[in-house]
């Protein structure tokens, strides 16, 4: 198993570009979520889903979209691109819901110039 | 909706010394109480958890403590290592059936050799 695969690492963007962070798992996990790191700060959820065509949204949604079409992606896209997006952003999965262990995956550091 | 207070934000500890994080709730509905542990630049991993029906629980040289009444848990790490050194995450989860993990904001730990 290749566990929660982010893609890509790192990335640039100016003001203004849209662009999709990838997120894909292999454990046949219902339950995916998004969250962004910043320094001081924790982590922060942004949306998360159920299950393939289910996405609701959690504590930081402005500026991001989310899909499920099937049960292993779930991307993240960001619409119009803000300086205050720069972050670390992790993908993560669960088994069965909120009262189980996350696999994160290892994080797509992003820059908006 | 839940919130989540982590303390301290930093702790240094004597290598071989016992170490404790503590977090507090508001959600008393909260049941699930999971530990992360974060190196410097890698993903969050799952550490330990417990459930609100357990009051306590040990995995070799960590335990995590629950006090329902007075709504905090800690992590407790005994005879540290260098290797403890990274940022801990606490998150609390509502009941089953949602899938809002609330991550306190960190403790960076600091075992000095």
Redesign the interface.
Request: proline share 5%.
């Given at each position: 198993n290749a566990g929660v695969t982010q893609t890509p690492k790192f990335q640039v963007l100016k003001t203004g570009q849209s662009m999709t962070l990838q997120c894909a798992q292999d454990m046949n996990h219902e339950?995916m979520?998004w969250?962004r790191q910043d320094p001081?700060?924790?982590?922060?959820?942004i949306h998360?889903s159920?299950g393939a065509g289910i996405t609701?949204q959690?504590?930081v949604p402005n500026g991001y979209n989310v899909s499920r079409s099937t049960t292993e992606d779930f991307p993240l896209r960001l619409l119009s691109a803000a300086p205050s997006q720069t972050s670390v952003y992790?993908c993560a999965s669960s088994y069965a819901?909120?009262?189980?262990?996350?696999?994160?995956?290892?994080?797509t550091r992003l820059t908006v110039v | 909706g839940e919130n989540v207070e982590?303390h301290p934000?930093t702790l240094s500890v004597q290598e071989g010394d016992s170490a404790v994080i503590k977090c507090t709730y508001s959600d008393s509905a909260s049941?699930?109480f999971?530990w992360?542990k974060q190196e410097l630049g890698?993903?969050?991993?799952?550490i330990i958890?417990i459930?609100s029906n357990v009051g306590e629980k040990k995995d070799q040289r960590i335990a995590v403590t629950l006090n329902k009444t007075a709504k905090h848990f800690s992590l407790h790490i005994t005879e540290t290592q260098p290797e403890d050194s990274a940022v801990y995450?606490c998150a609390a989860?509502?009941?089953?059936?949602?899938?809002?993990?609330?991550?306190?904001?960190?403790t960076r730990l600091k075992v000095l050799a």
């Amino acid at each position: 198993n290749a566990g929660v695969t982010q893609t890509p690492k790192f990335q640039v963007l100016k003001t203004g570009q849209s662009m999709t962070l990838q997120c894909a798992q292999d454990m046949n996990h219902e339950y995916m979520s998004w969250y962004r790191q910043d320094p001081g700060m924790g982590l922060r959820l942004i949306h998360y889903s159920v299950g393939a065509g289910i996405t609701d949204q959690g504590e930081v949604p402005n500026g991001y979209n989310v899909s499920r079409s099937t049960t292993e992606d779930f991307p993240l896209r960001l619409l119009s691109a803000a300086p205050s997006q720069t972050s670390v952003y992790f993908c993560a999965s669960s088994y069965a819901g909120a009262d189980y262990g996350y696999t994160f995956g290892s994080g797509t550091r992003l820059t908006v110039v | 909706g839940e919130n989540v207070e982590q303390h301290p934000s930093t702790l240094s500890v004597q290598e071989g010394d016992s170490a404790v994080i503590k977090c507090t709730y508001s959600d008393s509905a909260s049941n699930y109480f999971p530990w992360y542990k974060q190196e410097l630049g890698k993903r969050p991993q799952l550490i330990i958890d417990i459930r609100s029906n357990v009051g306590e629980k040990k995995d070799q040289r960590i335990a995590v403590t629950l006090n329902k009444t007075a709504k905090h848990f800690s992590l407790h790490i005994t005879e540290t290592q260098p290797e403890d050194s990274a940022v801990y995450f606490c998150a609390a989860s509502p009941p089953s059936g949602t899938y809002k993990y609330i991550f306190g904001t960190g403790t960076r730990l600091k075992v000095l050799a």
